[in-house]
């Protein structure tokens, strides 16, 4: 009987070990970055994982270019405080041109495209010949933590210099919220105080001035504007970016003097107008000194 009652408890035991040993877990373990241990007459295999996946873009929490503001004499919108949706400003990126594949930067530097010269505020009277611009690409990284292809017109002299200086910001993954060719509809819109746009080349006289600007020539670029805004006496352009005007608030996108982004500048020699005393222009980069 004990012999009978030992031989059933085998077999249930035998049965339970293979019912174990053939079961499938239903959710499949990562696999770490290492060599899988093989027989010798199987070549050695490696198991990756895939590459992280890029972070979910912020919400939208403001339209930009949708609240024009009352005008002032001088043309430019009334001073206002700056919306709490900007005083930490980390808007998305709209892609206008194709995303850079991977994470490592990429330019081009071509003449202008027909198109493109065409939606630019280039005209025969500007005081550079459109044959003196060049049409630049390159990569940036968002506040929205993605990589992003920006657009970009400058003066012929200073496209090698440029291309290297995003290059560096690039590498340095500081933010821009965009870089894209300005149009000639946005230099004659009701000022929105809200534009954050990095851009080079706009045929216009320089700010309350009838002279032209560096920008007309394509030798100045502004930064992230909202981030590093312009002051005179008490104008401040963009018009709601007061909120930045105490640089003592690190915030991401800021330029701060003797920073990665002024030195990057320094070294294609061109300077920033954060160190002028009046009017101080902390977005504005120049090769000409205005």
């Excluded at 270019?65 to 005008?71: E, I, K, T, V």
């Excluded at 090698?160 to 149009?183: C, D, N, Y």
Aim: hydrophobic share 40%; aromatic share 8%; proline share 12%.
């Amino acid at each position: 009987m004990r012999r009978r009652a030992a031989a059933a408890l085998g077999a249930v035991l035998a049965l339970t070990a293979a019912a174990c040993s053939a079961e499938v877990p239903s959710t499949p373990q990562p696999a770490p970055l290492t060599t899988v241990a093989t027989t010798p007459a199987t070549p050695p295999a490696r198991v990756t994982t895939a590459p992280a996946a890029a972070p979910p873009a912020p919400a939208v929490t403001w339209q930009v270019g949708a609240h024009p503001l009352p005008l002032r004499p001088d043309g430019f919108g009334e001073i206002e405080p700056t919306p709490p949706e900007l005083v930490n400003r980390a808007l998305p990126t709209k892609d206008i041109l194709p995303p850079p594949s991977g994470d490592r930067y990429a330019s081009t530097t071509s003449a202008v495209p027909p198109g493109v010269l065409a939606r630019s505020t280039w005209q025969a009277a500007c005081p550079v010949k459109s044959t003196d611009l060049r049409y630049l690409t390159m990569s940036f990284w968002g506040f929205d933590g993605r990589a992003h292809t920006g657009e970009m017109l400058v003066n012929a002299k200073g496209a090698a210099g440029i291309t290297k200086v995003f290059g560096q910001l690039f590498a340095a993954h500081f933010p821009l919220e965009e870089m894209r060719v300005t149009s000639p509809g946005e230099l004659t819109a009701p000022p929105t105080g809200d534009g954050n746009s990095t851009s080079a080349f706009v045929c216009r006289p320089a700010r309350g001035q009838t002279t032209w600007s560096a920008h007309a020539y394509g030798l100045a670029v502004d930064v992230n504007p909202f981030c590093n805004p312009y002051t005179q006496g008490r104008l401040v352009l963009p018009e709601l970016a007061s909120a930045y005007l105490d640089r003592g608030d690190r915030r991401p996108g800021m330029v701060l003097a003797g920073d990665a982004t002024v030195r990057a500048f320094a070294a294609a020699g061109w300077s920033w107008g954060g160190a002028w005393t009046s009017p101080k222009d902390r977005m504005h980069f120049t090769a000409t000194g205005h």
